[in-house]
């Protein structure tokens, strides 16, 4: 799975840590530790069209090996996507604005700390 539920935040106060997700890369299985250095990709028939609909995640550096690994000199075809998009398109298609994000990352914050 790319998405992994991790323990990674140790509070200084002495508060529960928190478990949270984490993207890693389907083909060197490594954290995803930046959007910018990330892909999503997700495999297409011969127009294009999304075949499962299951994304996979990968480093930029990763995704030609990731294909390669995955059918692509077979014949198989793969999109991809900056994660960075991802983060526009999740909220929009789940009716969040800008300023609700936000608005609940402030109160996580006030909460987790």
Request: aromatic share 8%; net charge neutral.
């Amino acid at each position: 799975m790319p998405i992994k539920l991790v323990l990674p935040i140790n509070h200084p106060r002495g508060r529960k840590d928190l478990t949270c997700p984490e993207v890693h890369c389907d083909y060197c299985q490594e954290r995803i530790k930046s959007a910018r250095h990330g892909n999503y990709e997700w495999e297409v028939d011969e127009q294009g069209a999304p075949t499962t609909g299951q994304m996979c995640f990968t480093h930029k550096l990763c995704s030609r090996p990731f294909r390669q690994a995955n059918g692509e000199a077979e014949g198989r075809h793969w999109f991809s996507m900056e994660l960075a998009d991802l983060l526009v398109f999740l909220p929009r298609n789940l009716s969040t604005s800008p300023q609700q994000v936000a608005a609940h990352e402030r109160k996580m914050i006030e909460h987790a700390l």
